[in-house]
């Protein structure tokens, strides 16, 4: 199982390209993400339960069956109504962290019970969530994930209102001296990585525009260098 640092040291939060495996070849799972793996060291893991988004994807055992293939880190996603019920059968079976809904409620319960799993804790907001949603638990989260669509399919189209969301969370967690990774997820590619890295985001959640490519691999160098490109400090 990989592993990845809790509240990594001061300085700039590392940039990867998370590919997602919902637009991934179920079919050829193991190798879709073998094509991916020399450019990244995140998977993108999305659950969906049909209760809090409209569409049902995996559970624990395709997780469990996919760790036998992939050393990368398991970024796992949990759209789902009841995520207390499921964190510790998603964290026996190979998921290094997760990232629960902050309107599914009971955050600061669910925050601590994931800490206590071992799994690094992730925290999301739908589009319309705003960030004062947000904002009390970003002490107790290791990654914040603003979603650039509404979840429950791939393939939509980027929404850019909430890059003020993604630049406000940035704004307080160096406020408070926290080193967040801070995630986008949806619509992502080279063109709206752009918007997402200038607005302080360093994880980009990429479906259709790795796995929808004649090479998934190019895909995620063309992507993680366009937002390479727009760092704060990169040469011009």
């Known amino acids: 199982m990989a592993t990845v640092e809790t509240h990594a040291p001061a300085g700039a939060p590392t940039l990867r390209v998370a590919p997602s495996i919902l637009s991934a070849d179920f079919g050829s799972l193991a190798d879709a993400v ?79 019970q994931m800490r206590d799993l071992g799994l690094r804790v992730g925290l999301a907001a739908n589009p319309d969530t705003p960030f004062e949603a947000l904002e009390p638990y970003l002490p107790l989260v290791d990654l914040v994930l603003c979603m650039t669509v509404f979840p429950g399919f791939g393939g939509q189209s980027f929404i850019a209102d909430v890059l003020p969301k993604v630049a406000r969370v940035r704004r307080a967690a160096d406020a408070a001296g926290l080193t967040l990774d801070i995630e986008v997820d949806g619509g992502i590619d080279e063109r709206t990585v752009v918007e997402a890295a200038r607005a302080g985001a360093n994880v980009f959640v990429a479906g259709s525009a790795v796995f929808n490519r004649a090479d998934p691999l190019e895909a995620v160098g063309a992507i993680l260098r366009a937002a390479t490109d727009e760092r704060p400090g990169a040469p011009s």
């Open 34 to 112: 073998a094509q991916v793996t020399p450019g990244t060291d995140w998977l993108h893991v999305d659950v969906m339960d049909g209760h809090f988004v409209p569409n049902l994807t995996i559970g624990p055992p395709v997780v469990a069956s996919l760790r036998t293939h992939s050393d990368l880190f398991f970024d796992t996603h949990l759209m789902i109504t009841d995520p207390a019920r499921y964190l510790e059968p998603f964290r026996d079976a190979g998921a290094d962290g997760c990232t629960v809904h902050v309107e599914v409620g009971e955050t600061e319960a669910l925050c601590a």
